[in-house]
């Protein structure tokens, strides 16, 4: 089966956008399966920057095909918006290289509104939403209440059914003291851009089934990071989706064994933007540093994000929760300069030393990090290409995570550019 599934390990924002990049110009598909357009990659592609929110980053390849899985949920105006854009970079996107999941479900405006209300309700408890309705989506999707693509084809159903949806919201909107949703409005705006939509729109699993018949490569590209996992990460704040491996089989239609190889894309420190516990963040000189050379700044909604040391027992976690088989490790150019780099290796709980993040949102809140020190190295270790361009001591971080973490780096990435990337193994060879 040579197929890849790529996903965070983190917290999201470990530079997924170039690997995928990378990992796509040798796949035939790529497949989104969970989340939505809070999520924000960003792939520079001869000198070329492109920014993508919801589109799978396959688009941008001539030749590949690209779906949004049923795990999505989809703000059908910002996909369109996000289509216009790219095109306006030259990109072709047509039914013939861009599909969507019928039984995908859709982001409304009034979604949009809640997330937002919900979260100023929250106060001091926020959880650092990006405020694109991702949340409240996926509750109606649960509730069984969702508005999905195939709705679109059946205007009287779906009248009825954005009028049951407000019941709910517009309820909820009144108690925050929020503007309420008109069923008419949001009807007549679908009506307008249902052509548009509908015409990607199909049975993606029976498409990937006759693409797997025919020998073609699968990337799954997932978003954010196994620790915003809604069952696995930091509960409450995390995302509204599974962002765990696992879900790119159910998020797009393919049975557990088509998603191939694992690899889990590992920043070498750690950020995370949004509130929620942090043990190994430095909110000091050092994390102001990591920050300013690793231009940590949100692409989707340009927030500053938290930094901090690298934290092998969470990557160790999300290496376990994912089945990661081998990560790719990028920014550690970040690092260089630093006289010394250290390593959480497990969190202090109520006085025990534990090697796992424990579930319990108390315990995540007050857990203190452990940490290992390593000697920093001076040299750059920016656009090395081969182990030989690397300081000793960058080694032997690299060589200490990967017995930390228990899996191998299959690839390690020391720039943005495409070209600075020390392959160790192909993971479409190892699937
Ligand atoms: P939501 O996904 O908008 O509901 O936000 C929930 C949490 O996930 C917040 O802490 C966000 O900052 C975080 N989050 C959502 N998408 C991303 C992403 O693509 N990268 C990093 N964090 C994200």
């Not at 995928?20 to 989340?35: M, P």
């Not at 205007?155 to 909107?173: F, T, Y």
């Not at 954010?224 to 809604?230: C, I, N, R, S, Y």
């Amino acid at each position: 089966m040579a197929n890849v599934t790529v996903i965070g390990s983190q917290w999201g924002d470990e530079g997924k956008g170039k690997i995928v990049d990378w990992l796509s110009s040798r796949a035939d598909v790529v497949v989104r399966f969970q989340g939505g357009h809070n999520a924000g990659h960003t792939l520079v592609i001869d000198g070329k920057t492109y920014k993508l929110h919801l589109l799978p980053s396959g688009i941008v390849r001539k030749g590949k095909k690209s779906v949004i899985g049923n795990g999505v949920v989809v703000d059908p105006w910002a996909l369109m918006k996000e289509i216009e854009d790219v095109r306006g970079q030259g990109v072709d996107i047509t039914p013939a290289n861009f599909f969507v999941s019928e039984n995908a479900n859709l982001i409304l405006p009034v979604h949009g509104a809640v997330d937002r209300a919900l979260e100023a309700a929250r106060g001091k408890g926020q959880i650092g939403t990006t405020g694109r309705g991702i949340g409240p989506a996926y509750e109606d999707k649960v509730a069984r209440r969702g508005i999905r693509v195939c709705d679109l084809l059946h205007p009287d159903l779906l009248k009825e059914k954005i009028e049951r949806l407000l019941i709910h919201h517009n309820a909820l909107l009144k108690g925050l003291g929020a503007e309420t949703f008109n069923m008419r409005h949001i009807f007549d705006s679908l009506m307008q851009i249902n052509g548009a939509l509908l015409q990607y729109a199909g049975p993606v699993w029976k498409k990937l089934d006759e693409w797997q018949r025919q020998g073609e490569k699968i990337l799954f590209e997932g978003a954010q990071g196994t620790m915003l996992d809604v069952d696995h990460g930091t509960y409450p704040f995390v995302t509204s989706s599974n962002t765990v491996a696992a879900q790119a089989a159910a998020g797009s239609g393919v049975g557990p064994r088509a998603t191939g190889y694992v690899l889990g894309i590992t920043k070498a420190y750690t950020t995370r933007v949004g509130a929620g516990p942090f043990p190994s963040e430095q909110s000091n000189d050092i994390g102001e540093t990591l920050g300013r050379v690793g231009h940590e700044f949100g692409t989707t909604t340009g927030r500053k994000r938290r930094c901090g040391w690298f934290d092998s027992a969470l990557v160790r976690q999300s290496v376990k929760i994912s089945g990661i088989e081998g990560i790719a490790l990028t920014k550690l150019d970040v690092l260089d300069g630093f006289d010394e780099i250290k390593i959480c290796t497990g969190y202090r709980v109520d006085g025990q030393i534990l090697d796992h993040l424990p579930a319990s949102q108390t315990h995540q809140a007050t857990a203190e990090a452990v940490y290992e020190g390593m000697e920093g190295w001076q040299e750059s270790t920016r656009g090395a290409r081969s182990w030989a361009d690397l300081p000793a001591a960058a080694i032997k971080y690299v060589r200490r995570i990967e017995e930390l973490i228990e899996a191998p780096v299959a690839l390690l990435s020391t720039s943005p550019e495409r070209e600075d990337t020390i392959l160790v193994r192909d993971p479409f060879q190892n699937s």
